[in-house]
């Protein structure tokens, strides 16, 4: 019952983590405000939480559009009569989003809309109903290639994560006052349908497998328990941290 109480609103809920974190948010009793482009994916998600006994609404919405974003935040108020928790998680990694010289600029403005603008928006649009509310918790996912540079690149992923955590400790600062605190969460490589589209082959597998000190690859419950410290009263002194979760990647002088 970590979560009692709590009205969490949760983008990129049909898949991967956005989903666990809507099953493990709503077994301690949070109540769900679930979002995803992909609308069936959305609906799977909503009738897995409902058949665990969870209480969720799904609103079908992209988070790089503002006014979509603007009526999910609606809904959820319409719902639930408020908003505790904001757990911005949606996200993409394009396929030909490579080095900064390769990369058309279609493809940044693709990412940047949805990794960065997409929780602008939420933040835009929640942040005000979490004050409303008496404070609450923003969770932004970042990841850990904010954090060092990649001979793989994905600069346009890389530098939208960057900015996700340069606008979460702007966050921390300005609402801290008024009971808001914002975190970022940085996971390393977690196995799920996103991270398992990168793998041409086992040889490219085992290369980044090498470089985890804990030996094996993230599950989504290593980031959605950090995640559920984070949007629950545990953690209610913890802000403008980038918190990463990463078996070791970011501290191994490979
Ligand atoms: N998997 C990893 O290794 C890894 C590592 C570091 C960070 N991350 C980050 O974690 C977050 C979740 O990743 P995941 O691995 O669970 O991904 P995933 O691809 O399994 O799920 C992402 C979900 O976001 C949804 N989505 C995409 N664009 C959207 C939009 N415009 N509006 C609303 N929903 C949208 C997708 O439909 C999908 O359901 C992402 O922000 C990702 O960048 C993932």
Redesign the pocket.
């Known amino acids: 019952m970590r979560l009692d109480g709590k009205t969490v609103l949760i ?9 666990l974190a809507c099953q493990v948010f709503a077994s301690e009793a949070a109540q769900i405000v679930a ?4 609308v069936d ?1 959305l609906n799977e998600t909503v009738a897995l939480v409902q058949g665990g006994g969870g209480s969720i609404i799904g609103v079908p ?4 559009s503002a006014d979509s974003v603007r009526a999910v935040v609606e809904a959820g108020v319409k719902a639930f009569g408020k908003l505790n928790v904001l757990y911005n ?5 394009p396929d030909d989003d490579t080095s900064v010289i390769e990369t058309e600029e279609s493809v940044l403005q693709r990412v940047l ?3 960065l603008k ?1 929780v602008w928006n939420c933040c835009k649009f929640g942040i005000p109903e979490l004050a409303k509310a008496g404070g609450g918790s923003v969770i932004n ?5 904010a954090l060092m540079g990649c001979t793989v690149p994905q600069d346009a ?1 890389t530098a939208s ?1 960057g900015a996700v955590i340069s606008l979460t400790r702007s966050l921390a600062v300005q609402y801290g006052p008024r009971g808001v605190r914002a975190n970022a969460i ?10 398992e589209g990168l793998f041409p082959n086992e040889e490219e597998k085992l290369k980044r497998l090498n470089r985890i000190p804990l030996g094996r690859f ?1 599950r ?1 419950e290593d ?1 959605v328990y950090a995640a559920l410290y984070l949007a629950s009263d545990e953690s209610s002194w913890t802000t403008g941290t980038a918190f990463v979760i990463d078996g070791g990647i970011t501290v191994n002088y490979f």
């Open positions: 983008t990129g809920a049909g898949s991967g983590m956005g989903r979002c995803d482009v992909s994916a919405a992209d988070v790089g998680n949606a996200g993409i990694f809309d949805v990794n997409g996912v970042a990841s850990f290639v992923y994560k940085c996971p390393g490589p977690i196995l799920t349908p996103l991270l993230g989504a980031v």
